[in-house]
Nanobody, 114 residues
C-alpha cells in the first residue's frame, strides 16, 4: 500500500522560510523521480519542483526558481522542499508525488501572510 506523508507546512511571514518533508512507503522510492506540487484555492494544481530518482537532477517552476530547493534522501524514503524568501503567492496546499503515478498524500498547508 502506497503512503505519502507530507509535513512541515504552517504560517510564515513574507521573506520567511519553511522546510517541507514527504516520507514515502509502499513502493521502491529510489526508482521514481519525485515532484512537489501545490494547489492554491480556486487554481489548478501545479508542479513546483522535481528531482530525478538517483542523479539528483532538479527542475523548478519559474515562479520559485532561486527560492526553493528540492532534495531527497533515498535511504530515508524522503523528499524535501526548502522554501526561502516566501511570498504570499506561495500560499497553497503542497503535495509530493512519485512522477507519473496517481499516488498523492493529504498535503501540507503553507500560508504566507504578515
Amino acid at each position: 500500500q502506497v503512503r505519502l506523508v507530507e509535513s512541515g507546512g504552517g504560517l510564515a511571514q513574507p521573506g520567511g522560510s519553511l522546510r517541507l518533508s514527504c516520507t514515502a512507503s509502499g513502493f521502491t522510492f529510489s526508482s521514481y523521480a519525485m515532484g512537489w506540487y501545490r494547489q492554491a484555492l480556486g487554481k489548478e494544481r501545479e508542479l513546483v519542483a522535481r528531482i530525478a530518482s538517483t542523479t539528483g537532477l532538479t527542475n523548478y517552476a519559474d515562479s520559485v526558481k532561486g527560492r526553493f530547493t528540492i532534495s531527497r534522501v533515498n535511504a530515508r524514503n524522503t523528499v524535501y522542499l526548502q522554501m526561502d524568501n516566501l511570498k504570499p503567492e506561495d500560499t497553497a496546499l503542497y503535495y509530493c508525488n512519485p512522477m507519473g503515478s496517481t499516488y498523492w498524500g493529504q498535503g501540507t498547508q503553507v500560508t504566507v501572510s504578515s
